[in-house]
DNA sequence: CGGTTTTATGTAATCCATTACATTGCGTTG
DNA sequence: CAACGCAATGTAATGGATTACATAAAACCG
């Protein structure tokens, strides 16, 4: 029982001599194209990648035969000679996020100015997506990959691994990252909501893996101490990003009985769920608690009352990580660079001096 | 002037002997691969894709090899020659957007179950970027690729096409969709507004280049019509799905002096930038105006109140979509298929009886 | 006008993995 | 034991484009 394997015969190199082709027929390659137009391979090749330098006369020629026949060159075979892709996956933990949303068109934008394309992969914080993710680097099926959570995938490419973070950044790893002074941010949430009179300042924070959460606890920590508020830390919960984490929390420091005149969030989500569940318990915001996010993300603005918040430079995030990830592709021997950008304190309607004070 | 161009030698192919290589070095072929583990480059190959055909202990020491080296095949190559590349692209249009969102975990689900990847290309509506996207198929770059709007890019890839069409459906296309009945779900919606005893229902339409937009407004011409209330058309608005349309299409309305007591609009999106226009009039939601959105995006369970809306099955939408795919590349001359699933009406706080009724 | 550039194009090597087909060696079977 | 089948591995063709190098033709120059 031999012929049982029916794969793609290939004797059928030879068809393509008809120059009068009438039906755009399959898929063509540069051999058939050259045939049809007249001309060698290469110079076929060169009408596409460098016109200028074929004579005019051959590059029209040229370029009438691949309009009509639909030709589109093999990127497969094209990428495989030149080993570079012009693609960057930027992975990013879940998409549902809108804070990512803007990072990303501000990585789209500076890749297309540079003539690359970028694709998204979702990894949902699961490692073996990342890891999959990253080793379509790995197998040079794209030329870089932006990450945006705290985790640095291992890419077995000896050597220089094409890699940016940006958001988040990890510690003492050598990583290209641009992110905000997280520190600092935090410090000018609290500042303030001192500024305004509140002196019970409950925190919800996020995971504490991720050093920029770190960050922003040791900003609110800064804060306090600046402002000769002692430390209370049962006013600190910690929680992922998510809205449900933040209904939680303040669930949590309701049940514990603590009281407290203002709240901040580490992300608008959880501010968003925050004030969810304290309106659910009859308090009003931000009478009764203000409520502080972080991010800026686009729904911040319709929540009611509008959400008060440290906005976060997403498109310019995305931009610098993006320009980062070029320059690294440039000239790989570049030294890893950290990018600090600011935080700008956006106050709308949840935050309001404490009712003691009116 | 000879030996001017410094590209890439190639005379180091035989530096690959020494079998006790200490240092984990650049990038690796499989000729190297084969060289160390003394076999020949197809049994490297088979090592790797069909294990169960190498005797034990080849295979062992392959393996032990491509570990100890980092090695991972060149997947440009591999897709080059095996014309596939198990990647899918699904586009949408904004990612901003969380009705997205879950349809896309549908799709990734499914990908990942039949082993392929899946990479997200924002086109921000931009027929351009489309086409891009869109082109990465042409070039062989892709297999397929999901789109999740009413536009079909043109792909010349002469006869069948590998395009799944998911939430959206182009008219008369012979393209694979998936999407819901939009002319039930909105004649749901309104008919729920009806059996409360709403007769004047204003309703914020989606753009009309939209076939799943006529339809819903087909859906609340068939629900008025079934419920003897004669149709007002200026209590139709155009918008996009954005929040913003919702409030200028509320404002829209007010201005006009248009009265109604209750809305539908074609997306949670709208709705929340409508409820956002009421509320800032000192109109209450639902006392005075009943609000009804559609998708049942993670955000709307958070709105105050939290809103009513109709529930696209995303997920489902998605898998469906991936497996369609699927099907489609494992059979390129199957038919185009429909798949039409139904959405569902949740109630929440954003609806109640009109208030003359009470 | 011979010689040197420059311009346009062609030939063939190359990128790297997959796989059809060939080869070798061994176990079965009549 | 010859003949055959199967298992394991090797050799080389293949996929499609890019590009170094070679060549031919035209332009330039003193």
């Known amino acids: 029982m031999a012929k049982d394997k029916k794969r793609h015969d290939r004797k059928d190199a030879e068809a393509a001599r008809s120059d009068v082709a009438p039906q755009p027929a399959r898929v063509h390659t540069v ?25 005019p006369e051959t590059r029209e020629r040229i370029q009438e035969v691949v309009k009509r026949f639909g030709y ?76 945006m959570f705290h985790r640095v995938p291992a890419i077995p490419m000896g050597g220089r691994l094409p890699l940016v973070n940006a958001c988040e950044y990890v510690k003492d790893s050598g990583i290209s990252s641009v992110y905000v002074d997280n520190v600092a941010a935090a410090a000018t949430a609290i500042d303030y909501l001192v500024g305004l009179g509140h002196r019970d300042i409950a925190f919800l924070a996020g995971p504490s893996s991720s050093p920029i959460c770190e960050d922003r606890e040791a900003g609110y920590h800064l804060a306090l101490k600046r402002a000769g508020i002692p430390l209370d830390a049962a006013l600190t919960v910690v929680g992922d990003f998510s809205i449900e984490a933040g209904e939680r929390a303040v669930e949590s420091l309701l049940a514990q009985g603590k009281s407290f005149s203002a709240l901040f969030c580490s992300s608008d989500e959880m501010a968003m769920g925050a004030m969810r569940a304290l309106t659910s318990r009859g308090l009003r915001i931000p009478d009764d608690v203000s409520v502080i996010g972080f991010d800026d993300i686009r729904f911040s603005r319709y929540t009611s009352p509008p959400l008060t918040t440290m906005a976060q430079p997403k498109n310019a995030l995305g931009r610098e990580a993006m320009t980062m990830m070029i320059e690294l592709l440039a000239d790989p021997e570049e030294p890893p660079r950290k990018r600090v950008l600011a935080a700008e304190l956006v106050v709308r309607g949840s935050t309001a001096p404490p009712k003691a004070l009116r």
């Open 72 to 147: 589109t060159p093999n990127a497969m075979a094209r990428n495989l000679r030149t080993a570079r892709t012009r693609l960057i996956v930027a992975l990013l933990p879940d998409i549902t996020n809108p804070f990512f949303s803007e990072v990303i068109r501000g990585i789209e934008q500076v890749a297309y100015e540079n003539g690359y394309s970028v694709l998204l992969g979702e990894t949902q914080s699961n490692l073996v997506r990342e890891q999959a993710y990253a080793d379509m680097v790995a197998a040079r099926q794209a030329d870089g990959i932006i990450t």
């Open 31 to 55: 051999k058939e194209i050259a045939a049809i137009a007249k001309v060698s391979v290469a110079t076929v090749s060169r009408a596409l990648q460098r016109p200028e330098i074929v004579s």
